[in-house]
Every structure is written in C-alpha cells, then in structure tokens.
C-alpha cells in the first residue's frame, strides 16, 4: 500500500510564477490535508478537503492560494503569483474517515524555492 | 498564549540517556493529542498517541495532564537513531461532524544524542 504521494519534490519558481503542487492521499483515504512550514517553524494547518468539497479553509491565505481535490486525480495546492514569502515546505496529510484520534499520513512534502 | 508549546532545545544527551520533553497547550477543551517525530528535512511520522490513562511504547512513555493541559515524553536508554525533532501535536475543536479536523502543532523539540 503505497503512502501518500506528493510530486513534485522540489519546485523553483521566480516571483511571480504559479506554483502547483499535487498531493495523492493513501489508497482508500478520502480527506486530505495541507500543511506549510516556514523555515525554523512549526507545520501550520492550511485547508482540509474530501472528495470535490472544502471542509475549513480557514488556514489559508485569502489571495493568491487556492485548492482542490477532484472526484478522479490528485489534491492540488495552487499558488498564483509568488513571492519570496511563499518559500516552505508543504505537506499534505491524509486519513480515512473524520474520526477523532485517526491517524494523519504525511507525505515526504514539496519545497518550493522563489527566487 | 500560543497553542502549543515546547521547549525548543536543543537536547544534547549522551546514548544511554533519559530524557524527557514536556508540551503545553493552551485549549482546555482539544480531544486528541499526538506526539510526532520529524528528521531533518523529513515529513512528519506519528510516534504516538497520548492517552489520559498515559500509555507506553517500549522505550517512550507518553502521559497526559489535562488539569494542567501539559502532555509529557519520555524516552529511556536514548538511541543514536533517536536523534529528531520531536512534535507536541494536538486536534483543533472544529466540528465537520464529528471529525476531528486539522492538526494543531509544536516548533517541536529537538533532541540530538551523542555516541
């Protein structure tokens, strides 16, 4: 059973640029998680989905930053028009139901460098 | 008040070791509490859960103090291989129906173990 997937590894972006990261949750999970953390910083909670629906969104930046997770394809995390201050690393998470105690899987996280 | 917090070490030990990691959070209300371990430039993995009756995984004890919202780990006969960043983790309130939502973490706690 394959782990969650996130492609690409590394993204280098000029300011300006759009940044799209893709997230493949665990077979058989169907919610999915964005994560972002700074550098020297804690993973910061961005936006939690399931299949074609936003649950929070609270998380996340009102401009430039916009997500989805499809019926059919990965969760993608869009970032239009970056900045410098946008450079992290973002992880997604997955689990299989909203229980509570469930366990999140992380995937190995995109490093997005603007230059 | 931040949400959760720790001491940031660093944690120099010597192999052999016991050493212990403590985390406060500020909700006196939040459900679910996790202790993560993250290496350098790695996604996060769940080390373990905390439960209120404490629980213990071979050589790490976690233990919960919900009247003093203090969540505690301890590690025995520390490990070269032990040497991480360890995350105090702990669920958000949001309800989407019984879920428990996003993940609220630590800067985490950085421990390095010596030969």
């Known amino acids: 059973n394959a782990g969650v997937m996130q492609n690409p590894r590394h993204l280098v972006r000029r300011r300006g640029q759009e940044a799209r990261l893709r997230c493949s949750p665990m077979?058989?999970?169907?919610?999915v998680y964005w994560y972002r953390q700074l550098p020297e910083e804690g993973l910061k909670f961005m936006v939690y989905?399931?299949?074609?629906?936003?649950?929070?969104e609270s998380g996340m930046p009102k401009e430039r930053f916009s997500a989805e997770f499809p019926k059919e394809g990965p969760s993608i995390l869009r970032i239009q028009q970056v900045v410098r201050g946008d450079s992290a690393a973002y992880f997604c998470?997955?689990?299989?139901?909203?229980?509570?105690?469930?366990?999140?899987?992380f995937g190995p996280g995109t490093r997005l460098l603007v230059l | 008040r931040k949400e959760v917090e720790q001491d940031p070490g660093p944690f120099n030990v010597p192999e052999g070791a016991t050493v212990a990691f403590n985390c406060t959070y500020s909700?006196?209300?939040?459900?679910?509490f996790f202790w993560y371990r993250q290496d350098c430039r790695k996604e996060p993995k769940l080390l373990m859960s905390v439960y209120s009756s404490g629980n213990e995984d071979g050589r790490f004890t976690a233990q919960l103090n919900r009247a003093s919202q203090y969540i505690s780990l301890l590690i025995r006969d520390s490990k070269l291989s032990d040497s991480a960043t360890y995350l105090c983790?702990?669920?958000?309130?949001?309800?989407?129906?019984?879920?428990?939502?996003?993940?609220?973490f630590g800067k985490g706690t950085k421990l390095s173990v010596k030969p």
């Open positions: 909700n006196s209300a939040s459900q679910s």
């Open positions: 983790v702990v669920n958000s309130l949001r309800n989407y129906g019984g879920s428990q939502g996003n993940l609220i």
């Open positions: 989905l399931q299949k074609e629906n936003i649950i929070d």
């Open positions: 998470a997955s689990s299989p139901s909203s229980r509570r105690q469930e366990t999140q899987y």
């Open positions: 077979k058989g999970h169907s919610h």
